[in-house]
């Protein structure tokens, strides 16, 4: 921890009123604008018309990480970082090397509130000063109360698996009987078959021993403090909280079923955490709501998706996960994803938010990266970042573009500098310390891990993570579709081959990777923006669009409609901005890097087949 800072935080802190925390006067800290911003950055999101929607009226796209498992652990306290330095080379990597604007940023209820009714404002002022080195590098922010099979304290020293989540408190309070999930083959499986976890979920849901109260008033105090501890800049750039993670029945009372659990039981939790989050000061953010957790499972399956809970609006997110369990299990899924593997099943994640009246985010997303079914890692990734892009496959996507859909945000689980560096002691067991992978429950998901001088480097292949997205559209997206060309072992994967019907465009795209958004243009004067991952060098990226073609974008200016600047945050990422100046009319832009110093006549082809495309295929 940073003890210097913290303790300057704590000087703030006042007593604990009404059982609200409180705290005096403006935020201790005055940030400094945030280096490489422009006029029409740093806006606070707001949900509408079923979009995230930024100041400036720009649909806006979230992609990042989980931030990290490393707050399951004991090792540093339930922080997901060691230290602020840590987090600030956290923070650096994820943007520049990962290509991430946002992360879902981890919380631990056993340790903000370690006794029952007294908030620990040393971890909060922790927390909070990790979350502002992300803020700093232009990152928006999604706090988590996270828990995974209810508490760590459910589970003795010898078990097989690990929890975390509940305070010890909260576990005492209950007198489960000692955990056994039988023969179980996957952590996951404690969930349903470990009597001590599905009894906890119980309690809480119910509310024995007043365990949901306590838990809502923590989360008040947190976000009170929070908001206290940012400044006005930086708190905007928080865009709202998740309540809790991957909730789960535990087991239904005689005559419920999974919809009326989440109808009864978990909605009206969600009420109260709303009504929290107004009296913390968060009023114009959302709940980020996530149903049961396996309402859109690819093996384990019950109805859900919050059902009834009439329409959402501007209020809440739909929030959601989504892993390939037939993929995981090595057993019920041969072979690699391929093509359009997951369209389907986030095409249903468009339709539910859509249903409810709000937007999404699918909060977590990945593939084991060590194991038995590690080698489908590069196809399942592949496939899920384009069915976050897109819910129509690579191979009818320049037919049907039409019908692509609004662009989903995601954060991947996970990104932990400290992987196959942990040293913790599983559930306190001095004989069980784990130091390889993410050093939980066997699990190995990080896309970083530190090299042995301490630098952040991906373990996974850059092309995949590091992807150009509509980061920030002005008007509304109508098609968006990127083929990264990342690679298998030594197979590079393509998906969504450009036409032979566009010849010209596809001999400026050649074999290199290309992106393609349509929108239709809003009356806002803010720019679309498109990240330039770090394959796209400025110099040699070529755009080929309505608004003009380029080989090396110039730097932007507003009178630029076609310009690259560097992304807020000072961490060197860029971005491409295309502005245009009319209302309610389609464009197109095709960014790749493929070309090498392409001809004028090569440029207007491509344009004029694109035009020709976008007319008859979208009009």
């Keep these: 921890m940073d003890m210097p800072n913290m303790r300057a935080r704590l000087l703030v802190v006042l007593v604990v009123l009404c059982g609200f925390l409180t705290v005096a006067g403006s935020p201790s800290a005055t940030a400094a604008p945030i280096a490489d911003s422009l006029a029409f950055d740093g806006t606070a999101l707001a949900v509408a018309n079923g979009r995230f929607v930024d100041g400036n009226g720009r649909e806006v796209v979230l992609r990042g990480y989980n931030v ?6 004991a090792e540093n306290k339930g922080l997901p970082f060691a230290s602020v330095a840590d987090a600030k080379k956290s923070a650096t990597a994820l943007r520049a090397l990962g290509g991430g604007n946002s992360v879902r940023f981890l919380l631990s209820w056993a340790y903000a509130e370690p006794v029952k009714g007294q908030v620990d404002t040393a971890y909060l002022a922790a927390a909070t000063e990790q979350m502002r080195a992300f803020l700093d590098a232009g990152i928006r922010v999604y706090p988590d109360f996270h828990q995974d099979l209810y508490s760590r304290w459910l589970f003795n020293s010898g078990s097989w698996y690990t929890g975390d989540g509940a305070p010890a ?204 079914t590690a080698g489908k890692a590069p196809t399942v990734l592949k496939a899920m970042y384009q069915a976050l892009d897109s819910r129509v496959k690579g191979a009818n996507w320049w037919s049907s573009p039409a019908t692509s859909g609004p662009v989903l945000s995601g954060s991947q689980w996970q990104w932990d500098i ?50 150009v997205y509509p980061s920030a559209t002005s008007g509304s997206t109508v098609a968006f579709t990127y083929e990264d060309r990342s690679r298998d072992g030594s197979t590079t ?53 309505d608004l003009g073609t380029v080989y090396g974008p110039p730097a932007y200016t507003s009178s630029t409609p076609i310009g690259a600047a560097l992304e807020p945050g000072g961490t060197g990422s860029r971005r491409l901005l295309l502005t245009d100046s009319d209302s309610g009319v389609l464009h197109y832009a095709l960014v790749t890097n493929g070309a090498t110093s392409p001809s004028a006549s090569l440029l207007n082809a491509a344009k004029a087949e694109l035009a020709s495309w976008a007319a008859s295929k979208i009009g």
């Design 169 to 372: 408190w909260a576990v005492a309070l209950g007198n489960y009987s000692a955990e056994s999930c039988g023969i179980c083959f996957t952590w996951g499986q404690n969930i349903t078959q470990n009597g001590a976890v599905k009894a906890g979920q119980y309690d809480f849901w119910h509310n024995r021993y007043g365990l949901q109260d306590s838990f809502l008033a923590t989360a008040q105090k947190t976000m009170a403090y929070v908001k206290a501890n940012l400044s006005t800049e930086e708190f905007a750039g928080v865009v709202g909280f998740d309540p809790y993670n991957e909730p789960y029945a535990g087991s239904y009372d005689s005559g419920q079923n999974s919809r009326t659990w989440e109808r009864d039981l978990l909605w009206p939790f969600y009420v109260k955490f709303r009504a929290r989050m107004d009296a913390a000061g968060w009023t114009d953010k959302p709940a980020m709501v996530e149903p049961n957790l396996f309402w859109n499972g690819n093996v384990s399956k019950e109805e859900g998706g919050l059902l009834d809970a009439g329409t959402l609006g501007s209020r809440y997110v739909f929030n959601t996960h989504f892993y390939d369990q037939k993929a995981i299990s090595g057993i019920l899924m041969w072979g690699n994803a391929s093509d359009g593997q997951y369209v389907s099943d986030f095409g249903t994640v468009r339709d539910r938010a859509s249903a409810l009246g709000t937007t999404s985010v699918v909060s977590e997303f990945g593939h084991p990266l060590n194991g038995s």
């Design 68 to 73: 990290s498992g490393e707050t399951k652990l």
């Design 493 to 545: 994967l393509t998906w969504n081959p450009v036409p032979s019907s566009l010849p010209n465009v596809a001999s400026l795209v050649g074999s290199g990777q290309y992106s393609l958004l349509v929108w239709r243009s809003g009356a806002g004067s803010a720019p679309t923006e498109l990240h330039l991952p770090a394959s796209f060098p400025t110099a040699t990226t070529t755009v080929v669009s």
């Design 418 to 467: 400290y992987n196959g560096r942990h040293h913790e002691l599983m559930n306190d067991n001095p004989g069980k310390v784990m130091t390889s992978g993410d050093a939980w429950n066997d699990e190995d998901l990080s896309a970083v891990r530190l090299d042995d001088s301490g630098t952040a480097v991906l373990r996974q292949d850059a092309r995949l993570l590091d992807r």
